[in-house]
């Protein structure tokens, strides 16, 4: 079940959604799998430091995030990716490592450019058994989200 903050948060913002329901899936690449769709259409978010500001870091479910292109995008002095102790209880009411790539959490979000290419994307709901699938154009203009060249970068 999405959480009821998360839920208000979709409707608030005028996010069509479609609510998906699988077992219980932890890593982005097992959820691509649980939804049977390819992992370069799961947004998976990833938590940065930004000179010192937590922001996150969207790509696809295929590829880690490219922390260099993040700096040169943002001008940033540094930019660090921040470990889960260190930010665990931000994303309440989220299970941990569950929460979606949304503005709900007063953060500001850098997508890859190569997700924004596609007609709609899947994301976690909040729990590591719900999903969404947006409309990619409509989630970019509700969460301002700021479009970042190769930000992610393929798994070695």
Same mark, same amino acid.
């Given at each position: ?68 292109? @993040?700096?040169?995008?943002?001008? #940033? =002095? $540094? !930019? ?7 930010? +665990?209880?931000?994303? %309440? ?13 007063? @953060?500001?979000?850098?997508?890859? #450019? =190569? $997700? !924004? ?7 976690? +709901?909040?729990?590591? %058994? ?19 060249? #190769? ?6």
């Amino acid at each position: 079940m999405i959480p009821d903050p998360i839920h208000r948060y979709l409707e608030q913002h005028h996010l069509p959604y479609e609510h998906l329901v699988h077992g219980r899936a932890v890593p982005a690449q097992r959820l691509a799998a649980a939804e049977h769709v390819p992992g370069d259409r799961v947004a998976k978010p990833v938590v940065v430091s930004v000179d010192g500001a937590l922001a996150l870091a969207v790509v696809s479910a295929t590829h880690r995030v490219d922390l260099d292109a @993040l700096r040169r995008a943002s001008g #940033a =002095s $540094l !930019v660090e990716l921040v470990p889960e102790s260190a930010f +665990a209880d931000r994303f %309440e009411p989220c299970e941990a490592g569950a929460e979606p790539a949304l503005g709900f959490f007063g @953060l500001p979000l850098f997508v890859d #450019a =190569s $997700l !924004v290419h596609e007609p709609w994307i899947l994301m976690r +709901a909040g729990t590591h %058994e719900d999903a969404i699938r947006v409309d990619t154009r409509a989630w970019m203009d509700s969460e301002h989200a700021r479009v970042v060249p #190769a930000l992610g970068a393929a798994r070695a």
